[in-house]
């Protein structure tokens, strides 16, 4: 009995290892670890679908979206422009300044500038004359700056006038003292030069012009030329311009604004001459 019992219990024993997979105890491992060694590097781990707090966010290797401040960082609402003010402006056209205001400076004039257009022996002395400075509108449509010498006794005049034709847009070729061109009237006019003092006869005369006492100016001389009785002119860039009227920039026309505007001051215009007429030329005191 006592052996059935032995046998029974002894493979009671053997089922039970059995069961758990081996017939003898599992016992640690003997074998001495290995020293570590140089460890190759790891691929990164997937993040998790939560993401772990202690996780720093890898750098993008592209340029950081509009709406953001840098890699990885969305920018506040408040510095986030909108999209009207992210998008460029339509171009603006600014309008044309406008150009400036008629100005006008009377001073003395030194003999200097005058090393030409006057000599000993003219009938005005240098200290009656004046050099008025100021602005005309050209044949560009801009505004120019110019001198004309003219007597002290019709600077006001002048200044008047002048101011008038730069106010209505009228234009003048050239503006420039005589002496540019060595008091040689000719030349002068061949620039179509405006100018007023210089000492020298009246055209085909032996008396003084009003132009030897600076009571005389001469305008845009190629377009209101001087026109002989015969009907010849001296200068054949202004022949096109004998006849009167003429539609063009800087011609002077019977009544029109430029002779209105000296006549309303006691001026002479040389065009309303009979016989001779002299489309550039004013005075004051007639001749």
Request: charged fraction near 20%; glycine fraction near 8%.
């Amino acid at each position: 009995m006592t052996r059935v019992r032995t046998v029974l219990a002894m493979t009671v024993v053997y089922l039970a290892v059995s069961a758990c997979g081996g017939s003898e105890p599992v016992t640690a491992p003997t074998t001495p670890p290995v020293p570590p060694g140089p460890r190759s590097p790891s691929p990164s781990p997937s993040p998790s679908p939560t993401g772990s707090p202690s996780a720093v966010p890898s750098a993008s290797p592209f340029p950081s979206p509009e709406g953001t401040d840098g890699p990885g960082e969305t920018a506040s609402p408040e510095a986030s422009p909108s999209a009207e003010a992210a998008s460029p402006l339509p171009s603006q056209t600014r309008p044309p300044a406008a150009p400036p205001e008629f100005a006008a400076k009377v001073s003395r004039v030194t003999r200097e500038r005058l090393p030409y257009s006057w000599r000993r022996g003219c009938p005005v002395p240098v200290r009656d004359l004046r050099l008025i400075t100021m602005t005309y509108w050209g044949f560009d449509d801009r505004p120019h700056t110019g001198e004309l010498v003219v007597h002290e006794d019709v600077t006001d005049d002048v200044v008047t006038v002048f101011g008038r034709l730069y106010d209505r847009r009228w234009p003048i070729y050239r503006m420039v003292l005589v002496d540019v061109y060595k008091g040689d009237d000719f030349d002068s006019i061949e620039a179509d030069n405006t100018s007023a003092f210089n000492c020298r006869p009246a055209t085909g005369s032996s008396s003084w012009s009003r132009h030897a006492y600076g009571k005389a100016i001469d305008i845009n001389p190629r377009e209101n030329p001087y026109v002989s009785a015969d009907g010849s002119i001296a200068h054949k860039n202004a022949r096109r311009f004998a006849e009167r009227p003429v539609k063009a920039p800087g011609v002077i026309n019977p009544g029109d604004k430029v002779v209105r505007a000296f006549e309303a001051l006691g001026w002479e215009w040389g065009g309303s001459w009979s016989g001779v007429k002299d489309y550039q030329h004013f005075s004051k005191g007639g001749g």
